[in-house]
Nanobody, 126 residues
């Protein structure tokens, strides 16, 4: 059983930065692919950034050049560095993991991921 716990959310002004962290417990498999998703009330969960088991990354267009996903396999940690934040980035952010390597085309598809954290709120004020 994989447990994911997000942290690092908060309230920042537009143009600010935040780093989200996802701690994975009971992590014994080196081949997990992981992703960050976000969701606002009344909308579907949106894939923000994904990192496959081989380190390949994928970003949704709206965050390219501003967000960076990375993971530390030795520490069982996943990160999302978010710079130049915009009010439209406001959402609950979720960490997700799956013990396979989906095709890159599916890296931002929520249905591919098996394990989910509880989320951390990011609020960007204008």
């Amino acid at each position: 059983q994989v447990q994911l716990v997000e942290s690092g959310g908060g309230s920042v002004p537009a143009g600010g930065s935040l780093t989200l962290t996802c701690a994975a417990s009971l992590w014994k498999h080196p081949y997990y692919s992981m992703g960050w998703f976000r969701q606002t009330a009344g909308k579907e969960r949106e894939g923000v950034a994904g990192i496959l088991s081989d380190g390949t990354t994928k970003y949704t267009d709206s965050v390219k050049g501003r967000f960076t996903i990375s993971k530390d396999n030795a520490k069982n940690m996943l990160y999302l560095q978010m710079n130049s934040l915009k009010p439209e980035d406001t959402a609950m952010y979720y960490c997700a993991a799956v013990s396979t390597r989906p095709g890159l085309a599916y890296a931002l598809v929520a249905g591919v991921y098996r394990y989910w954290g509880q989320g951390t709120q990011v609020t960007v004020s204008s």
